[in-house]
């Protein structure tokens, strides 16, 4: 039954996804891609892909994630990001990712909003 569950969030997921392509003109742009010094992070719209400079790579469906978090810069400036696992991003490098960061957390707000 589990599987079952998640496989209707999934599905509910998608729709939402197709919707949203549909009130920007019927197509999708393509996939966003944030470059940073240490992280790369993919997201289609549906599926958020985080890679790292030691090869690892994280996946997730925004219909079974939590929403994105920042926390406060430390001492040096850094904050640690929670998205799919946990990375460091340095204070230059914080606006480049927080739009991409916010296109996630609206996906997921839309999946959460669907019935399942």
Same mark, same amino acid.
């Given at each position: %039954?589990?599987?079952?569950?998640? $496989? &209707?969030?999934?599905?509910? *997921?998608?729709?939402?996804?197709?919707? #949203? =392509?549909?009130? !920007?003109?019927?197509?999708? &742009? /393509?996939?966003? @891609?944030?470059?940073?010094?240490?992280?790369?992070?993919?997201? &289609?719209?549906?599926?958020?892909?985080?890679? /790292?400079? !030691?090869?690892? *790579?994280? $996946? /997730?469906?925004? +219909? #079974? %994630?939590? @929403?994105?978090?920042?926390?406060?810069? =430390?001492?040096?400036?850094? !904050?640690?990001?929670?998205?799919?696992?946990?990375? /460091?991003?340095? +204070?230059?490098? #914080?606006?480049? #990712?927080?739009?991409?960061? &916010?296109?996630?957390?609206?996906?997921?707000? *839309?999946?959460? *909003? @669907?019935? $399942?």
């Amino acid at each position: %039954m589990v599987a079952g569950a998640r $496989r &209707d969030r999934l599905v509910a *997921a998608t729709a939402v996804a197709a919707e #949203l =392509d549909e009130t !920007s003109g019927g197509h999708n &742009d /393509g996939v966003d @891609e944030v470059i940073l010094r240490t992280i790369v992070i993919q997201f &289609d719209g549906r599926v958020v892909e985080v890679f /790292g400079v !030691s090869g690892e *790579a994280r $996946r /997730g469906h925004v +219909a #079974l %994630m939590q @929403e994105p978090r920042v926390g406060k810069p =430390d001492t040096r400036g850094r !904050s640690e990001v929670i998205l799919e696992g946990r990375f /460091g991003v340095d +204070a230059d490098e #914080l606006p480049k #990712l927080l739009p991409l960061l &916010d296109k996630i957390t609206a996906a997921i707000r *839309a999946a959460q *909003a @669907e019935p $399942r």
